[in-house]
């Protein structure tokens, strides 16, 4: 976690990190909320694993 801006609504800037089967992707989210930046990384990382999965079926 790190912030972007400064002040009281200051943006937080988050990086998610996942691992299934070996293969590990991350995820950025970023919100005035901490807790909501987390969510949208961790969204983020998932949707980048499940695109992962769907592209290695199709070789």
Known sequence: MKAITGGADAFGEVTARVEEAGKKVGGHGADTDIIVASAKAYVNA??????????????
């Not at 998932?46 to 070789?59: A, F, Q, T």
């Open 46 to 59: 998932l949707n980048k694993l499940e695109s992962w999965k769907k592209g290695k079926g199709k070789s």
